[in-house]
């Protein structure tokens, strides 16, 4: 039974570890070929680095306009993120203390919409949005933020849903019992309670967006309103990538957001089992 559960153990220990190694390794290639040149990428790519150089990064802050595209990066996931948690905190909170039948099948509609890919619907949204209505040429960031609260907004819905459900319905009496309309109630009572799942949906959604290329790369066509990982088209040619310049731009987009997210990792798990499982 010991040599059992021995063999168990070794097992499992070596499977993670094989998965541990097959996560980090791409991490660990950015990190490495940040402080190459061209040549010494494209000959060895998996060695470590002769020399240390740190120029790259001072010329791709330059190019990139890095300054900008961060601003305009962590205005449009700022935005966005706080925007998806009120309002999906809301409509959750209208679904599950008035179950009627439409607000049932709203619900049924929000969730099967998770299903439904972005390039299915790509092509008429920028269509309607840019021909007809002309929005992507009129306000492109206030669009991309409204776009990204339509389709973050599925999933938090299900996640609070699940959550609300599990808050007692006493305490919003005795709140009410005690003086507070149905507003200060849930913005007194229930939006506090669920603070662990708003942390898990906040972070969700800002690896998603604060990561996201199709989707800006579609509405913003002007430079000075490009995020970060639209900006680094211009070490991609025709022909040439310029290695030595985009692995940089890579590692100094994505540090940002890996700080986001070691922070409130632990949120993750706990806060997806408590919103769908309760």
């Known amino acids: 039974m010991a040599i059992r559960k021995l063999t168990t153990s070794l097992v499992t220990y070596l499977f993670l570890g094989i998965a541990l190694i097959a996560f980090t390794f791409p991490f660990f290639l950015v990190i490495v070929n940040s402080f190459k040149s061209n040549g010494e990428i494209l000959e060895s790519p998996f060695s470590l680095p ?38 999906s905190a809301m ?4 679904i599950v203390r008035h179950a009627s039948r439409f607000n049932k099948t709203l619900f049924a509609m929000l969730v099967a919409s998770m299903i439904i890919p972005f390039q299915s619907i790509m092509i008429p949204l920028m269509y309607i949005y840019g021909a007809k209505l002309k929005w992507i040429e009129a306000a ?17 819905v299900f996640i609070y849903h699940g959550f609300i459900k599990s808050i007692p319905l ?12 149905r507003r ?5 009572i229930v939006l506090p309670i669920l603070a662990p799942t708003s942390m898990t ?26 995020t970060m990982p639209v900006k680094m088209k211009v070490f991609n040619g025709t022909y040439m990538n310029n290695w030595e310049l985009l692995i940089p731009s890579i590692l100094l987009t994505i540090l940002p957001i890996l700080a986001a997210y070691i922070f409130g990792q632990r949120y993750i798990i706990k806060g997806v089992m408590q919103g769908a499982v309760k």
């Not at 492109?140 to 938090?156: D, E, K, N, Q, V």
């Not at 006493?170 to 309309?181: K, N, Q, R, V, Y």
């Not at 200060?184 to 007194?188: A, D, G, P």
């Open 50 to 87: 002769t020399s240390i150089k740190f120029g790259h990064f001072s010329e791709v802050i330059e190019k990139m306009n890095f300054w900008v595209s961060f601003k305009n990066t962590f205005l449009i996931t700022g935005v966005s993120v706080v925007l998806i948690l009120v309002s």
């Open 91 to 94: 409509a959750a909170y209208y």
């Open 140 to 156: 492109p960031t206030t669009l991309l933020i409204a776009l990204y609260i339509g389709f973050g907004s599925a999933l938090s």
């Open 170 to 181: 006493e305490l919003e009496e005795a709140s009410l019992i005690d003086g507070c309309t």
């Open 184 to 188: 200060q109630t849930f913005f007194r």
């Open 201 to 226: 949906i906040a972070i969700l959604n800002v690896l998603w967006i604060w990561n996201d290329y199709l989707l800006p790369s579609l509405i913003l066509s002007q430079p000075d309103d490009f």
